[in-house]
């Protein structure tokens, strides 16, 4: 077993010393130490992929509350062109964000017979504004590493997740989304042996037993520095990844999806699918081209090409620019069951219930509302429920006077919806 996974080692390293190829993200080195170790590895995953598959057919209607996840940047670096600025951060969350959400200027591109499935995902990052602690904080740290490179013989993933290995420990991996900054590249040849690479949540449907972070501390993102951020100057090997997609992939990964092509290997690459029905079956992973003639499975009823601009792809970063619904159904169902810590605990919008006042409390007829010092908050949505949680009114008009002259009396709680959060307060109607 051990000699396969030479083997494997080998042909990668080979592969990127004879040509341009790059080795796109961690998730194959990580799947061969799977194989090698657990015999039903294939069987396991077709079984539980058809659960999230169900799950992502059964979720049109979804809710529509946006899913924020704070962020924490560790960047760690050897020399100063490691320790990346602020801006360039910042420039990487854009990114995100516009993928994410589908606000990228690339959406001309999906080709017509994608458009009806293409999806923003409802699911938002910022870099946190308080740390573990409860200090205010910028949301990045910056550690300086004797080590020159975190590639290594022994291909330990892990090594930048932690101080005593010249790393930095991550913050509370429930409650942050961890990305860690880093040198990924191969001595001598100077190639990142990996771009990034992701850990999906434990328990995941849709991912082997043993697919999860090693340990705990270890869940979260990791990646290489020059491919964070848009680098319209990248050259070589680089000059396919240089928009920023590799964060947009691995958050993929991390938030639970598989790459399209469902990670066939030593099968017919048709009969392995990713467990989501929008992206139409492929057979192998692009190699960071942009060929819209691919087409390697035939569909039915209808037959389309290859969804060469997912994410969750290898293509060449510039002709990708899509997720499709039932990828962001399977992310949001993977946030609500596996990772929900990072949306509840969000100490930002507890905040926020400080920041609207409701007056009078208590009412007989009209109730009225007002954001406090908060001008940048656009609220759109609000609901009043009563006390066993069912939906009595909803207001989208705007309105900052509501009135309530029709309602049994009794206690209420009212629900401000705004971009990005929500709050909730209680009123009690004479
Ligand atoms: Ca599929
Ligand atoms: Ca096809
Ligand atoms: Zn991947």
Request: proline residues 4%.
């Amino acid at each position: 077993m051990k000699r396969a996974f030479l083997f494997f080692l080998l042909s990668v390293l080979s592969f990127q010393l004879s040509s341009q190829y790059i080795e796109r993200c961690g998730y194959e080195i990580h799947k061969q130490n799977r194989i090698n170790s657990d015999s039903d590895y294939s069987t396991k995953r077709s079984l539980i992929e058809q659960q999230i598959s169900n799950h992502a057919v059964n979720s049109s209607v979804r809710s529509s509350e946006i899913y924020r996840i704070p962020v924490v940047i560790h960047v760690i670096y050897n020399n100063e062109t490691q320790n990346l600025s602020d801006d360039k951060i910042l420039e990487q969350l854009d990114v995100l964000n516009n993928d994410f959400g589908r606000l990228n200027e690339d959406t001309i591109n999906t080709r017509t017979e994608f458009l009806p499935v293409a999806a923003s995902t409802g699911i938002e990052f910022y870099l946190a504004q308080w740390d573990p602690q409860g200090n205010p904080t910028s949301g990045i740290t910056r550690t300086q590493t004797n080590q020159a490179s975190f590639f290594n013989l022994q291909f330990d993933l892990n090594r930048m997740k932690s101080a005593s290995t010249g790393g930095v420990d991550a913050w509370d991996v429930n409650q942050y989304l961890n990305i860690w900054i880093c040198n990924l590249a191969i001595p001598i040849i100077n190639t990142p042996f990996i771009l990034g690479f992701a850990t999906p949540p434990e328990g995941a449907p849709n991912w082997p037993s043993g697919s999860a972070a090693e340990e705990a501390n270890y869940d979260g993102v990791v990646l290489h520095y020059e491919v964070v951020g848009e680098n319209p100057n990248a050259t070589g090997a680089l000059a396919s990844v240089n928009r920023g997609r590799t964060a947009t992939h691995e958050i993929g990964h991390y938030l639970g999806l598989r790459h399209i092509w469902g990670d066939a290997q030593g099968q017919d690459g048709c009969e392995v699918d990713d467990g989501i029905e929008d992206t139409p079956n492929c057979a192998d992973a692009q190699q960071q081209t942009c060929d819209f003639n691919s087409n390697s499975c035939l569909d039915s009823p209808t037959d389309f090409p290859d969804q060469i601009e997912n994410y969750m792809d290898y293509s060449d970063e510039n002709c990708m620019n899509m997720f499709t619904i039932q990828q962001a159904n399977a992310m949001r169902f993977v946030i609500e069951n596996f990772r929900q810590d990072l949306i509840l605990t969000n100490r930002e919008q507890n905040n926020l219930s400080n920041s609207i006042k409701l007056f009078p409390n208590p009412t007989a007829d009209i109730l009225h509302w007002q954001v406090l010092n908060s001008a940048n908050i656009v609220i759109n949505q609000i609901q009043i429920l009563s006390v066993d949680g069912r939906i009595v009114r909803i207001i989208s008009d705007g309105s900052t006077s509501i009135n309530l002259i029709d309602l049994s009396p009794g206690i209420y709680c009212i629900k401000f919806h705004a971009i990005g959060f929500e709050s909730s307060l209680r009123f009690l109607k004479l």
